[in-house]
């Protein structure tokens, strides 16, 4: 049973770039969330999608940009890259109604580390 | 707002010997508390769950931890260290999304 999947594992972008990251939910998820770790501290939150809109959105300027498919799968958009945009980005799912409860608990797929330049 | 503090940004051990580290919560209700651990190059991997029903919580590889609303703490905790355990782990409460604390690197040393 695949987990969670991500891709690109790893790129390099230059500052004024756009970038996409593409996740696939684990086989049973309908939900998926995205996170930014930046080096040395903990996931942030960064947004939440269910049936294909965007349900929480954390403290993120709107150049963090979303999209959720038919088959669950989500993309993550990045215009106008800044240096602080160097981070892991982490992708979770999640079974459910789209709400996170305790019994909701995510799987984190292993990343994808942007390094802007 | 919920909160999560990891009080240890570094926990140093030696093999065979205990392992404790400490997370206080703030929270306005009861809350879902959660240890997660990160290796190097792979996803978070959560370790256990607290939701409100027994407070003494028993994870996988040995870890568990403790409620303590008294003390707003959730400290998880390990008998024995391993070699495989030097990771990342994280504290972690929800609020419809999860909210990390900082972390903790665990080193164990021979």
């Known amino acids: 049973d695949a987990g969670v999947t991500q891709s690109p594992t790893h790129l390099i972008k230059t500052r004024g770039q756009q970038v996409t990251l593409r996740c696939s939910p684990k086989?049973?998820?309908?939900?998926v969330s995205w996170y930014q770790q930046a080096l040395g501290q903990g996931p942030q939150f960064i947004f939440q999608?269910?049936?294909?809109?965007?349900?929480q959105r954390g403290n993120f300027p709107d150049r963090f940009s979303g999209h959720q498919f038919p088959n669950y799968s989500s993309e993550l958009n990045v215009n106008a890259l800044l240096l602080g945009d160097s981070a892991l980005y982490l992708c979770?799912?999640?079974?459910?109604?789209?709400?996170?409860?305790?019994?909701?608990?995510?799987?984190f797929g292993a990343g994808s580390r942007l390094t802007v330049l | 707002a919920q909160s999560v503090t990891q009080l240890d940004s570094h926990v140093s051990v030696s093999e065979g010997t205990p392992v404790l580290l400490r997370c206080n919560y703030s929270?306005?209700?009861?809350?879902?508390l959660f240890w997660y651990v990160q290796h190097p190059n792979k996803g978070l991997q959560l370790l256990l769950k607290?939701?409100?029903?027994?407070?003494l919580v028993k994870g996988i590889n040995g870890f568990e931890a403790e409620f303590k609303k008294s003390e707003t703490s959730f400290h998880l905790t390990k008998p024995s260290a391993h070699m495989s355990d030097a990771a990342e782990y994280f504290c972690?409460?929800?609020?419809?999304?999860?909210?990390f604390g900082a972390g903790t690197r665990l080193a164990v040393h021979p």
């Open positions: 979770a799912s999640s079974p459910g109604q789209g709400l996170l409860s305790g019994a909701n608990v995510l799987t």
């Open positions: 086989s049973g998820h309908d939900t």
């Open positions: 929270s306005s209700y009861s809350p879902s």
């Open positions: 972690v409460v929800t609020d419809n999304k999860l909210i």
């Open positions: 999608y269910y049936e294909e809109e965007e349900r």
């Open positions: 607290y939701t409100s029903a027994a407070t």
